[in-house]
């Protein structure tokens, strides 16, 4: 699965991380958040949030996808209103997001991650506490954005997902 040939986007701590899709996998307590979080705070243009969002519980998802939007400069709204739409959260945009599942939640998170434009964005088992209809949503993203050349989607999760095509794998 590893692209060997193709220059990394970013050679951190000795991992490569290629444009496309990268899998960091392991297991539980095995270092796949801490790595996204470092990541994130030691690169120029990477991103990670707590999918939990536990520091906006009084905040609606508007609020805090404009307070992200402020330090994403190649932030997308078209994506953002697509997401909102195919995720379902449009009933919820006004509630305050400790009024929210948890899936629901996760789902504010990522839109503001997948709309920001970070050149490298960092995904802690983006599936977890997700609807099925809201997994394939995010599946068939990812699977449009491995191709693409300048972006890199680190993707931590217990087991990489069979269905896409990944550039490189990282066991921790």
């Known amino acids: 699965m590893n692209k060997t040939n193709t220059p990394p986007l970013l050679e951190w701590q000795g991992l490569r991380i290629l444009p496309g899709l990268n899998a960091v996998t392991g ?10 979080r470092e990541l994130s705070q030691s690169t120029a243009n990477a991103l990670w949030l707590d999918l939990r ?14 307070e992200l939007q402020a330090n994403c400069p190649r932030w997308s709204a078209e994506l953002q209103t697509d997401l ?10 006004g509630k305050q997001l400790f009024m929210l599942s948890t899936g ?4 504010v998170a990522l839109v503001g991650l997948l709309t ?14 997700l609807d099925l ?38 066991p921790l």
Do not use: N
């Open 84 to 93: 909102t739409d195919a995720l379902q959260l449009q009933d919820h945009l």
């Open 104 to 107: 629901s939640r996760r789902k």
């Open 27 to 36: 297991d539980e307590g095995s270092g796949k958040t801490r790595l996204l």
């Open 133 to 170: 209809p809201s997994v394939r949503v995010i599946k068939a993203f990812l699977s449009d954005m491995a191709d693409h050349p300048a972006r890199a989607w680190v993707v931590a999760d217990y087991e990489a997902d069979p269905d896409l095509p990944w550039a490189s794998m990282i």
């Open 116 to 129: 920001s434009g970070a050149s490298i964005t960092c995904l802690d088992q983006p599936y977890a506490a």
């Open 53 to 66: 969002l536990p520091e906006h519980d009084e905040h609606t998802p508007e609020q805090v996808w404009t």
